[in-house]
């Protein structure tokens, strides 16, 4: 009799914390309200303030690029677009905590990523980043003057945890390469100048056919381009086209820190093109002859920068291998 009163005892206490639960939860899920973040139209924030482990990068939108400040550096336009994305679209789904449990979701003084975003001087929206959650669908983030945590769509740490260096842009000579109309290469104390010219291809007896047929018009010749020394000798076309072609849209590895274009002398490799306007590339020897990477400049930029050993090498080509 008094094992079966001490279940019924149990099954109640049971059946109360149940009960409770329930309720708790329909009230903790009724109990707050998901933040209704103000619109940020496209285009109206032109400067971006990134705060981690004491840390501080400054992006401003200036003229046609975004800056680094107070350096000047052109930034990754595609990079900060990313972050544009980010906080214009900034979406909170639903609470992740509300107690200030914020070392468990990134969001403490060491590990957060504060983020303000202004137009002019007021400011337009201001979050920390923390952890992604475990799906890598969301991030947990917390808004200014507000304890809670929530979840914020889309995965987008990586977007803001760049050092200065990654951020710029890599970009060093961009033109169009058919706008080329000659070249000159330096190597070794020697100079090799092409210009490009058009001259008349006789066609093979096949090539005449499928041209005839496609143009509907007789003849067994075209128009071709080719490169030729001031003497007449004839350029090695695909190898001048390929160093125009490596050329025309260059990307450095990284930038060269505490140096400028001066502190280089006597380059091992020099290409100067001729078009709309001069491009110059400069190539000087590199200290790691095993590893390293070539130190180099161009017209283009206005610092120092290496490039890969398989970037400047397909760029360098032998002087006889021109010809």
Known sequence: MK???EYLILGGIIAVLLIYLILGSGRNKMSYKVP???DIQTGEINRIEINRSGISIILAGKEDNWKIVPQEYIADSTKVNSMLDVVENLTLTELAAEKKFFQRYGLDEENKITVKAYKGDTLLRQFDIGKTSSTYNHTFVKLENDSRIFYARTSFKSDFSYEVGELRDKVIMDFEQSEITGIEIQKSGKSLQFVKKMETVELEEKESQAANEALEAPGKARQEETWVLPDGTKGNKDNINSILSAI?????DEYIEGKNKEDFKE???????????????????????????YPSFSSENAYPFLLSTYSAESIMKKPEELI
């Open 267 to 293: 380059p091992v490799y020099t290409v100067i093109l001729k078009g709309t306007k001069d491009y110059t590339l400069k190539i000087f020897e590199k200290e790691d002859k095993e590893n390293g990477k």
């Open 36 to 38: 209704e973040l103000q």
């Open 248 to 252: 025309s849209s260059l990307r450095c």
């Open 3 to 5: 094992l079966k009163k």
